[in-house]
């Protein structure tokens, strides 16, 4: 294990995706401004982490909309399992005349490869999506609130709606949890930068030094970015649910 003690003292450090992860066939080092895809693509936030990928809040300079980017980790590049998944459900969907969508399934928008420092990093662009039902039902726990009866109704016969496809599909999800179902975040996705950011906070970032003041291995990312809040989400009754990992 890396002796963090030989950064510059910061909470995000220990309270972010494991920093020890930044390394040759794992995580890709990204900032805030980074392009992908010969440009198409622009960070300007981070959205969350798992075991394999961290997910950004990007641009999409061509559909001019704001979307999700899934970056996989440098390992999983060549044996990735979610892409073919995915594109398994949405051939499943065209065939009883429906999409990824309209069965609250993530919709896959674009995938890529990207070559970086820690290696080759499978991409997949997403719609945007909101925070996930755990993240909404734990603020509503801690407000002493709970969800609207026919919130949670709406949000029940979606996800038995979701399910069944992937049953049908011939699929197992394997991890459905509060964790892996998002809501979607449709009058998000044309926003101006100014309202997304209202709502899901403002990037909170910190460079990231060596006490000894020697630069930085190059697999390391430039700063150390906070994940998003979503501090002032209020559209769990009006945005459907969204299945998403299927890895």
């Known amino acids: 294990m890396e002796d963090l003690s030989v950064y510059c003292p910061s909470d995000l450090l220990y309270t972010q995706e494991k920093f ?15 392009t992908f895809k010969d440009g198409r693509y622009e960070v300007h936030h981070k959205l969350g982490w798992g075991g394999f ?19 996989m980790t440098g390992d999983r590049a060549q044996n990735f399992h979610e892409l073919d998944n ?4 949405a051939a499943h969907a065209q065939g009883s005349q429906g999409t ?7 919709q896959l928008l674009d995938t890529f490869v990207h070559q ?8 997949l662009v997403f719609e945007l999506l909101g925070p996930s039902v755990d993240q909404v039902l734990r603020d509503y726990y801690e407000s002493d609130e709970s969800l609207d009866p026919e919130t949670t109704l709406r949000m029940s016969e979606q996800l038995l709606k979701a399910v069944q496809l992937i049953h049908r ?7 459905i949890s509060g964790t892996n179902i998002a809501f979607s975040a449709s009058q998000l996705s044309k926003a101006s930068k100014e309202d997304l950011f209202e709502i899901l906070g403002a990037p909170e970032s910190e460079p990231l030094t060596r006490v000894d003041g020697k630069p930085l291995d190059e697999g390391l990312p430039k700063h150390l970015i906070e994940a998003a809040s979503w501090i002032d989400w209020v559209d769990e009754d009006d945005e459907d649910l969204r299945i998403v990992d299927f890895g």
């Not at 599909?169 to 991890?175: I, N």
């Open 20 to 34: 020890t992860r930044y390394q040759p066939g794992d995580y890709h080092p990204v900032s805030l401004g980074d």
């Open 100 to 106: 990824l969508a309209s069965n609250y399934i993530v």
């Open 53 to 71: 990928s961290t997910v950004w809040l990007v641009y999409d300079s061509i559909q001019e909309q704001w979307v999700s980017l899934k970056i």
């Open 86 to 89: 995915l594109q398994h459900l």
């Open 169 to 175: 599909a011939g699929l197992g999800h394997g991890d």
């Open 116 to 123: 970086g420092p820690n290696g080759s990093h499978q991409c």
